[in-house]
Nanobody, 127 residues
């Protein structure tokens, strides 16, 4: 059974930084699959934040508009872990952040491209 667990959320002041981590267990050859981060703010739909391709794909990384220039996604396949470094945080970044494991090797921005999800970690940015 695949298990996806996020950590690293918390309360931070505007302009600060946080690094989220996502550990996946129960999936063999994790490096064959893309992974992504999504977020959901109160009262809003879940939005794409960033994604990172598998070792077999040339598609690399991709960011949603809200993350470009401020967030950085990376992965350590030896630790079955993905990261999201978030800098210059804004109050509008406040949301529950979800890690997801794709069924594909290339990056995808749509939720239906991901089949395993974590429970989320809360990020709150105060003004």
């Amino acid at each position: 059974q695949v298990r996806v667990v996020e950590s690293g959320g918390g309360l931070v002041q505007a302009g600060g930084s946080l690094t989220l981590s996502c550990v996946v267990s129960g999936r063999t050859s994790l490096s064959d699959y893309a992974m992504g981060w999504f977020r959901q703010a109160p009262g809003k739909e879940r939005d794409f934040v960033a994604a990172i391709a598998s070792r077999w794909s040339a598609s690399g990384t991709y960011y949603g508009d809200s993350a470009k220039g401020r967030f950085s996604i990376s992965r350590d396949n030896t630790k079955n872990t993905m990261y999201l470094q978030m800098n210059s945080l804004k109050p509008e970044d406040t949301a529950v952040y979800y890690c997801a494991l794709s069924s594909r090797s290339d990056v995808t921005m749509t939720e239906n491209g991901y089949r395993d999800w974590g429970q989320g970690t809360q990020v709150t940015v105060s003004s």
